[in-house]
């Protein structure tokens, strides 16, 4: 069987396409899932790449889509032929988060889904969103339940509220198109013009190039009529929060997913505590919040920004174009 490891130390030079052995039959609780795609995120480049440290030899991705060949004893959720996703969070299955590290995460501390069969507990799977490709199905395991949790379950959003998108990335893009589909008003910034106008393709109200326009968070209060918007996808993490909070509303939501800036910096406190703002932090979701995602994506009202795809083998070439940052939307990966 084959799969995409990383060998140790970490480092795109060090993936390799190993031979593993089969995973047998699925036992009490459990179903054998033929994969067949996968979606890149930063969590996954940075075990790829040796940022975050895993054992030698451990197979790579997250995100995971494909089909139930065989179900155990005592499952009746699933049944052979079924189209199933993974989830970032195995062990997380309702309720508030309880889990502050990646230890039990596919990819990280457990063997991920860059292979072409698994034998898990049938917890560990929600079923695919009706209609999508095995590509679509595996991006909503990590970016799009991001994007969901953090608009829907954390922020409540609702027809007419404004949101801000930081950046054309996965998670991004997701809540630019869910912002859309419940009715919200959407502002997107990048630092690429053609980005932006495909944002703007996309439903996006309002762009900011960040480059021409340095002081973006105050240029989202002039769109907003000096009120700011209600929620803020926060991905940059210190090197962006101040001007998103500049550009929050009073009483607004800012959801911090990403440190793509680093993992620490000065924050305006005073201003933060002024508009009296709830940041939120968040990694990913619960296998019920996915649950429920999936049944809102059943509408057909959004199908995934699949940028690229790439098969197994090229999944280190895949990283590199990532590395790059010209993607906009998902990058996938397909076997």
Not at 11 to 35: F, H, N, S, T
Not at 96 to 104: K, Q
Not at 300 to 315: C, K, N, Q, T, Y
Request: hydrophobic letters at 40%.
């Amino acid at each position: 069987m084959k799969a995409m490891v990383v060998r140790a130390p970490g480092g795109l030079d060090r993936l390799e396409l190993a031979d593993r052995p089969d995973p047998g039959q699925p036992g009490k609780g459990e179903i054998r899932v033929a994969l067949h795609a996968s979606s890149l995120n930063f969590h996954d480049y940075g075990v790829a790449s040796g940022r975050a440290r895993a054992e030698d030899g451990r197979v790579l991705m997250a995100d995971g889509a494909g089909v139930v060949e065989a179900v155990g004893d005592g499952v009746a959720e699933f049944a052979p032929g079924d189209h199933v996703v993974s989830c970032f969070f195995p062990d997380w299955q309702a309720g508030p988060p309880t889990i502050a590290n990646f230890s039990r995460t596919p990819g990280d501390g457990l063997d991920g889904f860059a292979q072409e069969h698994v034998v898990l507990p049938a917890t560990a799977f929600t079923r695919a969103p009706q209609g999508f490709s095995h590509v679509e199905a595996a991006t909503i395991t990590t970016a799009g339940l991001t994007a969901w949790r953090a608009l829907v379950v954390d922020g409540g959003l609702k027809p007419g509220d404004t949101i801000l998108a930081l950046g054309t990335g996965g998670v991004s893009i997701y809540a630019l198109q869910l912002a859309k589909m419940i009715g919200a008003r959407v502002i997107i910034t990048s630092s690429s013009d053609e980005k932006l106008e495909r944002a703007r393709a996309l439903g996006a109200d309002e762009t900011i190039n960040y480059r021409q326009t340095a002081n973006w968070g105050a240029r989202v209060r002039e769109l907003t009529g000096g009120r700011g918007v209600d929620h803020v996808v926060e991905v940059g993490g210190p090197g962006t929060l101040p001007q998103s909070i500049e550009a929050v509303r009073v009483g607004g939501h800012i959801s911090l997913i990403g440190v793509l800036t680093g993992r620490g910096g000065e924050i305006p406190t005073a201003l933060l505590m002024a508009r009296q703002v709830r940041l939120q932090g968040l990694i990913v979701g619960s296998r019920r919040e996915q649950q429920d995602f999936v049944r809102a994506l059943d509408n057909g009202a959004l199908r995934p920004v699949i940028d690229r795809v790439f098969p197994l083998e090229g999944l280190a070439d895949a990283f590199r174009y990532e590395e790059a940052g010209s993607h906009f939307g998902k990058i996938g990966v397909e076997w």
